[in-house]
């Protein structure tokens, strides 16, 4: 009964318009102060305070910033510019639509951000991809789809959040999306050109080849970029350093490669411009973070988890079945909630219920950041659909015809690596990371 008066109530202050960190606030606080006492509310500000003096959390600022670096330094044209050159090599159908999904991937892989991954590649490809014949619904779609594997492909700022929140280590949550990511980019390749050859989407003699020597120019001017990720998770990997202070040196080395390599950072306005958005970003994760451990506490104290893991094994014994209730959650809540709500909100609770049933805590990671990501292009409140329609120039309501067309090849990987963790766990495995 409680658990349902906290859900109802949290609920209620959503749909009237409060914002969501404040409805954890005060749903938490209420709580605790009605079946706990005031002293244990007296005592909530500070102990949600002190959970945000965490080493670890300082790394969702820094690989925000990389991010941020990325874009406003244009560095990340390189990376598009040079798959734009090895795709005519490569596929001879939808060219540019497999363009988009292996630069969203490479682009991924230095901002960690699915919304900045959207805008920063569709920024570049959408005007020209216009030429041809897609259909503007379909380049949101693909948009949509490719822009996500930023926060699948690591460093993934989802993938920290949830690592933070389950107390995970990082990079192997990271690894462990990134195969999951791997999956899905192949998906996307090949959902392509499907569709591109059903419908005759920019056949090859469409696009002009490009040489051996420009693919090789191309390359070396790309290279540097191609190294900031690959420097940021082997340091990880080599035990040089934790993902905050890997973080610092991706930033580090981004900011000098704009300066004296690409030559793309001219004033120090755009250095503090890029500290700026990024601390308001992070600001709004923190918030959300520290909020949501109130949340939690109420949850907690007052037995609703444990009720709930009750509940659900009373429903079925199956850890699978579980494991689907909870991504058919995520799914729904993602209609209304950015996933780094659901990931704060229901990744502890998802956790204490899965987890001793025999469901392993990676497994549950990556299926529940896939989910997760998936719902950021579920409307009305796909954040990653309303970026992709923004870019294309498509008003939103005509942006969902062609949603569902990834959908089911979404769905597909979303089922194998449920039922077949083995598939999930085999990079950290090998890596020796489990």
Known sequence: MVGILIFLGFLILILIGLPIAFAMILTGILFILLFIGGSATLLTPFNRLAAGFSFPLLAI?????????????????????????????????????????????ATGALTGSAVGTTAAVGGILIPQMKKYT?????????LSYSGILGTLIPPSISGL?????????????????????????????????????????????????????????????????????????????????TPTEAGVMGVLMTILLGIFYYKTITSIQQITQALYKSACQTAVIMFLICASFTLSHALTSTGIIKLMARSMLLMTDNKYILLLLVELLILFLGCFLDDGPIMILLGPI???????????????????????????????????????????GVPFGNAVREIWAFFLPALVILLIITFFPAIVLFLPKILGLI
Not at 64 to 83: P, R, Y
Not at 134 to 142: A, M, S
Not at 350 to 372: D, E, K
């Open 61 to 105: 600022y820094f690989y925000i910033l990389l991010g941020t670096v990325m874009n406003e330094t244009k560095i990340s044209d390189c990376l598009v510019g040079f798959f734009k050159k090895i795709a005519g090599k490569i596929f001879k159908v939808g060219i540019s639509g497999m363009i988009m999904i292996l630069s969203c991937a």
């Open 134 to 142: 897609y259909k503007p619904t379909y380049l949101v779609t693909l």
């Open 350 to 392: 998802s956790a204490a219920i899965l987890i001793p049933i025999g469901i392993h805590p990676f497994h549950l990671a990556a299926v529940f950041v896939f989910t997760g990501v998936l719902a950021m292009v579920t409307p009305p409140v796909g954040i990653v659909l309303y970026a992709a329609s923004a870019v294309v």
């Open 161 to 241: 959040v949830f690592a933070i929140v389950i107390n995970l280590p990082v990079f192997t949550v990271w690894i462990t999306v990134g195969g999951v990511g791997i999956l899905f980019t192949l998906a996307l390749l090949i959902g392509n050109y499907i569709i591109s050859k059903k419908r005759n989407y920019e056949p090859y003699n469409d696009v002009s080849k490009e040489s051996s020597v420009s693919l090789l120019k191309s390359f070396i001017i790309t290279l540097p970029a191609l190294l900031v990720p690959v420097s940021v998770l082997g340091s990880i990997y080599g035990g040089i350093a």
